[in-house]
Nanobody, 116 residues
Framework: QVQVVESGGALVHPGGSLRLSCAASGGIFTFYHMGWYRQAPGKLRELVATISPVGITKYVDSVKGRFTISRGNAKNTVYLQMNSLKPDDTAVYYC??????????WGQGTQVTVSS
């Protein structure tokens, strides 16, 4: 059974940094696209960043230059380094492992709160 587990969410001051981690288990994730999404209160879930099996990355415009997605050597872990955090970054952050419509897995989410 595939499981996706996020960690690293916390309360941080504006301008601070945080690193989120995600670990997938119960399968072979070499060919999966891994990504981070977020959902703020009253808003739809949005894509934050994705990384392909060969390391190609994409970011939503609002985090470009501040966030960095990376992947562990074992391919089943993915990280999101978040710098220069803003109150607008406050959300529940979700990790996604995607191969196709039948192999698409989500974690339970980790809360990131940016507040003074």
């Amino acid at each position: 059974q595939v499981q996706v587990v996020e960690s690293g969410g916390a309360l941080v001051h504006p301008g601070g940094s945080l690193r989120l981690s995600c670990a997938a288990s119960g399968g072979i994730f070499t060919f999966y696209h891994m990504g981070w999404y977020r959902q703020a209160p009253g808003k739809l879930r949005e894509l934050v960043a994705t990384i392909s099996p060969v390391g190609i990355t994409k970011y939503v415009d609002s985090v470009k230059g501040r966030f960095t997605i990376s992947r562990g050597n074992a391919k089943n872990t993915v990280y999101l380094q978040m710098n220069s955090l803003k109150p607008d970054d406050t959300a529940v952050y979700y990790c996604n492992a995607h191969l196709n419509d039948y192999a698409d897995y989500w974690g339970q989410g980790t809360q990131v709160t940016v507040s003074s």
